[in-house]
Nanobody, 123 residues
Framework: QVQLVESGGRLVQPGDSLRLSCAAS????????MGWYRQVPGKEREFLAY????????YYANSVRGRCTISRDYVNNTAYLQMDSLRPEDTAVYYC????????????????WGQGTQVTVSS
């Protein structure tokens, strides 16, 4: 069993940067592909990025490529999502997730989810 806890979400202004954290407990994160999703009310959960446990490669959605960086800290068993040049349309609840698959293709491919952290981008 893996427990995931996101943190770092807050109110920021357009153009700001933000780093979200996902602290894991229960298992070693090196065994899992870590992903980040976001969701706004009334919409489906949107894929942002994942970093494969198998080869360490990162994959990004077109909507955030070039503005987001996913990383992992194995010492602290934590995953991160660095977001730059934030826009109002980035406002959402952000979730991290862990998958035993090397390349999970959708939310159903993840085994564990955090509770989410709210990011609001507004002037």
């Amino acid at each position: 069993q893996v427990q995931l806890v996101e943190s770092g979400g807050r109110l920021v202004q357009p153009g700001d940067s933000l780093r979200l954290s996902c602290a894991a407990s229960g298992r070693d994160l090196r065994l899992y592909t870590m992903g980040w999703y976001r969701q706004v009310p009334g919409k489906e959960r949107e894929f942002l990025a994942y970093k494969s446990y198998r080869d360490g490669r990162a994959y990004y959605a077109n909507s955030v490529r070039g503005r987001c960086t996913i990383s992992r800290d194995y010492v602290n068993n934590t995953a991160y999502l660095q977001m730059d040049s934030l826009r109002p349309e980035d406002t959402a609840v952000y979730y991290c997730a862990a998958s035993g698959r090397s390349r999970p293709s959708d939310p159903s491919g993840y085994d564990y989810w955090g509770q989410g952290t709210q990011v609001t981008v507004s002037s």
